[in-house]
């Protein structure tokens, strides 16, 4: 797995990811990572803590179903 910026964890992809790609996510002390499968070396985005509950809560709650 390809390391993170700064002083995080390694990459994980979700047990749910299939070969066709998802998210993985990489948690420091005070932020989580996500980004691409597909795109390792590609962008990514930092949620702090707060931000992080909030984009959960909001997946649990089916906001983001298509």
């Known amino acids: 797995m390809a390391e993170t910026p700064g002083n995080?964890?390694?990459w994980v992809k979700s047990?749910?990811?299939g070969d066709s790609g998802c998210v993985e996510v990489a948690v420091g002390s005070d932020e989580v990572l996500v980004r691409?499968?597909?795109d390792p070396?590609?962008?990514f985005v930092a949620?702090?803590?707060?931000?992080w509950d909030v984009f959960v809560q909001?997946?649990?709650?089916?906001?983001?179903?298509?």
């Open 15 to 17: 047990s749910f990811s």
């Open 8 to 10: 995080h964890g390694r």
């Open 47 to 51: 949620f702090d803590g707060p931000e």
């Open 36 to 38: 691409q499968s597909k």
């Open 58 to 66: 909001g997946v649990k709650a089916g906001e983001f179903d298509r």
């Open 41 to 43: 070396d590609g962008p």
